[in-house]
């Protein structure tokens, strides 16, 4: 499907809850976030009935994300329902790996192709200071994991600060040449004053070639990360919740006042 602009719509990143088991700096506050009560949080019903209409209008590509996906009960559950869907060519999850060592086989045997993992440091103590206390052994796990699990290819989201060349980037850069798993580095947002910028290594941020489309855990579906545009999908039929997106995706994204990264997945 084409939006006002030619742009072939075609790929819908679903956020599964607005919940988190790490605190990374630039994403949440210390002491968390006030919670979208259990009510307004979209079923698994809801969605997967969503992304049907949604296929069927022209979406191939599916990201589930968060929060932290795999920190919602039952998301492999989700998985399975979505994979059941015919026309879904892409099928992939951003994670923060940290409960992957659990769930990866399940995950993969629910029909999930592939995974990318965030990691800004491959240091311990720069990694448990910019997630706020998380353990990246865990992390290095959930990555083993996951290639044990077939759910390749891993590519690893690096979030930096100014430059490719910064010395986290550089080793995250030489520890993903070791282990087989592709580096994307993407520039830390300030979504609220619209900061943003293309992802190295990845197709984010590239406003004229633009192909998503983002439904928020509490049902509300945004045409841009960078936009208070959203259609309450409770409130449209959700195909006419799809043309609405597509006919108010802005050319351009400017900011999000009403929507946090961890609302809408990134
Ligand atoms: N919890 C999962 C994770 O961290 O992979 C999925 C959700 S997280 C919001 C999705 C991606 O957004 C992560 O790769 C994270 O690094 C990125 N992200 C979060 N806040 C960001 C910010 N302010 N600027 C750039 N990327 C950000
Ligand atoms: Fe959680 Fe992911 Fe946000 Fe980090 S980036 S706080 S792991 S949702």
């Known amino acids: 499907m084409l939006d006002r602009f030619n742009r072939q719509i075609n790929y819908l990143r679903i956020s599964v ?3 988190c088991n790490l605190r990374c700096v630039y994403c949440m506050p210390e002491e968390g976030i006030k919670l979208i009560d259990h009510g307004s ?3 698994f019903e809801e969605i997967t009935e969503f992304t049907k209409v949604a296929v ?3 979406i191939t ?3 589930i994300t968060g929060g932290e996906p795999l920190a919602r009960r039952g998301t492999v559950n989700l998985v399975r329902m979505l994979s059941g869907i015919n026309g879904i060519e892409d099928l992939s999850m951003t994670t923060n790996a940290i409960l992957l060592p659990k769930y990866a086989h399940e995950l993969k045997e629910a029909g999930l192709m592939r995974v990318n993992i965030s990691l800004d440091s491959i240091d311990p103590e720069k990694y448990r200071l910019i997630t706020r206390g998380g353990n990246i052994q865990k992390v290095f796990d959930g990555i083993s ?3 044990n699990a077939g759910l390749s290819p891993i590519k690893i ?3 930096i600060k100014k430059s490719i060349d910064e010395p986290d980037a550089i ?3 030489k520890y993903c040449g070791r282990n087989d798993l592709i580096a994307r580095f993407i520039y830390e947002m300030d979504i609220e004053k619209g900061e943003f910028g293309i992802v190295h290594g990845g197709s984010g941020g590239d406003c004229a070639n633009c192909n998503r489309l983002r439904l928020t855990s509490d049902g509300f579906l945004k045409p841009c ?3 208070d545009i959203s259609i309450n999908i409770r409130k449209t039929n959700y195909n006419e919740a799809v043309l609405l997106a597509l006919e108010q995706k802005p050319k351009c994204g400017l900011n999000s006042t009403s929507h946090k990264f961890y609302n809408i997945g990134g």
């Open 145 to 147: 994991a996951a290639m």
């Open 171 to 173: 080793a995250v850069k």
């Open 41 to 43: 949080v979209l079923s």
């Open 225 to 227: 990360l960078f936009s």
């Open 56 to 58: 069927e209008m022209g």
């Open 17 to 19: 809850t607005d919940r």
């Open 61 to 63: 590509k599916v990201r």
């Open 157 to 159: 989201n690096c979030v």
